[in-house]
C-alpha cells in the first residue's frame, strides 16, 4: 500500500488489464473478508475482463497504521485514479457494497454500475435485534481479549446466518472467512483505538442521497440474512432510480462465496448482456 500526498492511499491491489476492456469490474470485498473472498471469480472474470480487486485500509495487504483521516472510498478512488481507471462497473460486497455506492456519490462519472452484494457497511440503516445481538457478542468478546470469540461470533451472524449453524456451511468457506476476519482483527487491533478512530464517516448519510445515484444497480441478498440487511435492500429497491433487485433464499450473507458458480454466472449476465 502507498500513500499519496493528498493523504489517500493506493491500496493493495490485484489488476488485469490485458483484456483492454473499457469498463473494467472493480471488486471491494466484505468487512468480515479481504480481497482473497473473490478468488472463486477472479480465474473466471480475468479470463475475459479486465478487473481490480482491491484491500481496504486495514484488511489484506494494506496493513500500513494510518496517521490522519481516511476515507475507504477516497482510498479507492485513489486507486484507481493510479491504475488510470477513468469509469468501470463496481462491485461490492457488504461493506465494500457501501464504499461502492458512496463512490458512485462522490464520482459518478467513474461508475457505470453497480453490483451490491450483499448491500451492507454505511448502507445498513436499522438496528435490528440480531444485528444488535451480534453486536453485543463481538464487543464483549473484545472486551475480554478473546479474538477467537470475536471471529466466531462474526462467523455465526454473517456466514451461518438465521435459521443455520456453521456445521450447515461448507467448511471450505467457514475457514476462508475465518482467516480474514482474523487477519482483519490482528492489523486494526495492532493499530490502536486511535488509528482506527481517524476513519471518516461519510459526510451525507448514503442512504439518504439514493436518488442521486443513477447507475444501474444490482441488489443481491440471501434469505438467510440478518434483517438489517434484508431491511437494507428493501430501501435500495425503492430509493435508487434504476435497481433490480434478486434474492437467493438459501445463502446468507456471503453469496459470491457460499454459492460461487452461481454468483459468476450473474456477474456475467450483468456485466455482459
Known amino acids: 500500500m502507498g500513500m499519496l500526498s493528498d493523504g489517500r492511499a493506493v491500496l493493495a491491489h490485484d489488476t488485469v488489464t490485458r483484456h483492454g476492456t473499457e469498463l473494467p469490474v472493480v471488486l471491494v470485498h466484505a468487512g468480515i473478508a479481504d480481497r482473497r473472498m473473490w478468488d472463486p471469480q477472479w480465474e473466471a472474470l480475468t479470463t475475459d475482463l479486465d478487473a481490480?480487486?482491491?484491500?481496504?485500509?486495514?484488511?489484506?495487504?494494506?496493513?500500513?497504521?494510518?496517521?490522519?483521516?481516511?476515507?475507504?472510498?477516497?482510498?479507492v478512488l485513489a486507486t484507481l485514479d493510479e491504475l488510470g481507471v477513468v469509469r468501470c462497473?463496481?462491485?461490492?460486497?457488504?461493506?465494500?457494497?457501501?464504499?461502492?455506492?458512496?463512490?458512485?456519490?462522490?464520482?459518478?462519472?467513474?461508475?457505470?454500475?453497480?453490483?451490491?452484494a450483499p448491500p451492507g457497511g454505511s448502507l445498513l440503516a436499522t438496528r435490528t435485534d440480531d444485528l444488535a445481538e451480534f453486536v453485543a457478542a463481538e464487543v464483549a468478546a473484545l472486551d475480554a481479549g478473546d479474538v477467537d470469540a470475536a471471529v466466531t461470533a462474526n462467523l455465526d451472524a454473517w456466514v451461518a446466518g438465521r435459521g443455520r449453524s456453521l456445521d450447515d456451511v461448507d467448511p471450505g468457506v467457514v475457514a476462508s472467512v475465518a482467516r480474514m476476519q482474523r487477519n482483519a482483527f490482528d492489523i486494526q487491533l495492532g493499530w490502536g483505538d486511535e488509528a482506527i478512530d481517524l476513519e471518516s464517516e461519510p459526510a451525507i448519510d448514503p442512504m439518504h442521497r439514493l436518488a442521486e445515484v443513477l447507475a444501474p444497480t444490482l441488489v443481491l441478498v440471501g434469505g438467510l440474512d440478518l434483517d438489517t440487511t434484508l431491511d437494507s435492500a428493501d430501501r435500495l429497491e425503492h430509493g435508487l432510480e434504476d435497481a433490480t433487485r434478486i434474492g437467493w433464499a438459501d445463502?446468507?450473507?456471503?453469496?459470491?462465496?457460499?454459492?460461487?458458480?452461481?454468483?459468476?454466472?450473474?456477474l456475467f449476465e450483468w456485466l455482459v448482456p
Do not use: N
Open 52 to 75: 481490480v480487486r482491491v484491500d481496504l485500509r486495514g484488511f489484506g495487504e494494506s496493513d500500513a497504521i494510518p496517521t490522519q483521516p481516511f476515507s475507504h472510498p477516497e482510498d
Open 89 to 116: 462497473h463496481l462491485v461490492g460486497a457488504s461493506l465494500g457494497a457501501g464504499v461502492s455506492l458512496e463512490v458512485a456519490l462522490a464520482r459518478p462519472d467513474i461508475v457505470e454500475s453497480l453490483v451490491l
Open 251 to 266: 445463502v446468507a450473507h456471503l453469496p459470491s462465496m457460499e454459492q460461487p458458480e452461481r454468483f459468476t454466472e450473474l
